[in-house]
T-cell receptor, first 116, second 113 residues
Framework: ETGVTQTPRHLVMGMTNKKSLKCEQHLGHNAMYWYKQSAKKPLELMFVYSLEERVENNSVPSRFSPECPNSSHLFLHLHTLQPEDSALYLCASSPHLGDTSTDTQYFGPGTRLTVL | GDSVTQMEGPVTLSEEACLTI???????????LFWYVQYPGEGLQLLLKATKADDKGSNKGFEATYRKETTSFHLEKGSVQVSDSAVYFCALSEETSGSRLTFGEGTQLTVNP
């Protein structure tokens, strides 16, 4: 148990559906992240939030829309996805967006997304 | 840009065998280096880290030494257990990029009794 929870753990959706992934951290951290983990590929950083402000968007298609209403919650809204978007989506948090010599990212268990 | 290269898996070992998973990196500055582990059905957990050259990170019997001259951070364990079966990820973070991590592809390790 890392203190970062994600719901749902599994999601199957059609290409025309709209769904949302939720992440919650109970660690008092100020920075939160969305990653995409596809088979046989390195983790891809999608979005970074610091103090509820988006500070990075790594060329992610607009069919993925993040939302950070407060420093404890992070959402990823999904609409009109493609089958190639099927992957494990991981959320992470860290105390602050800063020096990794003193900072560590804590990951949630992920949401396994399948797009039909 | 930054990149991390890990040895290809999967790796299959018998219990009590020695483990080495190779990791090399490319970075423009002086990165911090990490090993993360992902057990089945779970998210990534930090296993160990090193923040400067010649530092050795260690945890749960695993070790890795930051070798600047060979740009490597190989993961080692002298005697693996069945419970070590997992996917291991090498990662780096540049001092100029804050907490942003660049990951390798991961190496699947299976330890048989």
């Amino acid at each position: 148990e890392t203190g970062v929870t994600q719901t749902p753990r599994h999601l199957v959706m059609g290409m025309t559906n709209k769904k949302s992934l939720k992440c919650e951290q109970h660690l008092g951290h100020n920075a939160m992240y969305w990653y995409k983990q596809s088979a046989k590929k390195p983790l891809e950083l999608m979005f970074v939030y610091s103090l509820e402000e988006r500070v990075e968007n790594n060329s992610v298609p607009s069919r993925f829309s993040p939302e950070c209403p407060n420093s404890s919650h992070l959402f990823l809204h999904l609409h009109t996805l493609q089958p190639e978007d099927s992957a494990l989506y991981l959320c992470a948090s860290s105390p602050h967006l800063g020096d990794t010599s003193t900072d560590t990212q804590y990951f949630g268990p992920g949401t396994r997304l399948t797009v039909l | 840009g930054d990149s991390v290269t890990q040895m290809e898996g999967p790796v299959t070992l018998s219990e009590e065998a020695c483990l080495t998973i190779n990791c090399t990196y490319t970075a423009t500055g002086y990165p911090s280096l990490f090993w993360y582990v992902q057990y089945p059905g779970e998210g990534l957990q930090l296993l160990l880290k090193a923040t400067k050259a010649d530092d050795k990170g260690s945890n749960k019997g695993f070790e890795a030494t930051y070798r600047k001259e060979t740009t490597s951070f190989h993961l080692e364990k002298g005697s693996v257990q069945v419970s070590d079966s997992a996917v291991y990820f090498c990662a780096l973070s540049e001092e100029t990029s804050g907490s942003r991590l660049t990951f390798g592809e991961g190496t699947q390790l299976t330890v048989n009794p």
